[in-house]
């Protein structure tokens, strides 16, 4: 799967000659993101509020 790289991998079952493999990949696609209000709380309500479920946020700061 292309975007995607995986994290843990077993076999989660073997039955009539049938396996079955669980896997859990993450999404290795960024997008830049950012929020601004009047304080750090509100700051990081709006940073966090558009970020759909399931998905993580990462702080990442660069200094040239």
């Known amino acids: 799967m292309d975007g995607y790289e995986l994290v843990q991998a077993g076999t989660t079952s073997i ?3 049938q396996i079955t493999i ?3 990949a993450r999404a ?3 997008c830049d993101h950012e929020a601004t209000g ?3 709380d509100a700051s990081m309500q709006a940073f ?3 970020v759909p479920d399931g998905w993580q946020v990462q ?3 660069t200094v040239d």
């Open 15 to 17: 039955t009539g000659g």
């Open 22 to 24: 669980h896997a859990i």
């Open 28 to 30: 290795v696609a960024t």
């Open 38 to 40: 009047q304080n750090r």
């Open 48 to 50: 966090r509020q558009p």
């Open 59 to 61: 702080y990442a700061r």
